[in-house]
């Protein structure tokens, strides 16, 4: 199973950005899907998740400014982003919880990240 994350980029405080996260592969079922982002110098952090069940969680700090969604037809998540702030800068990385075909059994994967970087 293989993400590809994109979306990122440079963007004013105050905007937004849409990531998506597109995954491939032989796969039975995604479960649980999220987004976490690492700034320069820190641990990597959640920022969102979903459920299998369309249930989310968001970090404090973007709650009410992002938006965690899936389209399971397309094996796609995404993070809608806005109301942008400086201190949202650092690179994102999706995750996804997917069941293989060949095995049935489930596996954790990482995408490769992709940097927002919001200017003041």
């Known amino acids: 199973v293989q993400l590809q994350a994109s979306g990122g980029g440079l963007v004013q405080a105050g905007g937004s950005l849409r990531l998506s996260c597109a995954a491939a592969g032989s796969i039975y079922s995604i479960n649980a899907v999220g987004w976490y982002r690492q700034a320069p110098g820190k641990e990597r952090i959640l920022v969102a998740t979903m459920n299998s069940s369309g249930s989310t969680n968001y970090a404090g700090s973007v709650k009410g400014r992002f938006t965690i969604s899936r389209d399971n037809a397309k094996n796609t998540v995404y993070l809608q982003m806005n109301s942008l702030k400086p201190e949202d800068t650092a690179v994102y990385y999706c995750?996804?919880?997917?069941?293989?075909?060949?095995?049935?059994?489930?596996?954790?994967?990482w995408g490769q990240g992709t940097q927002v970087t919001v200017s003041s």
């Open positions: 995750n996804a919880e997917a069941v293989v075909k060949s095995t049935l059994t489930m596996g954790l994967y």
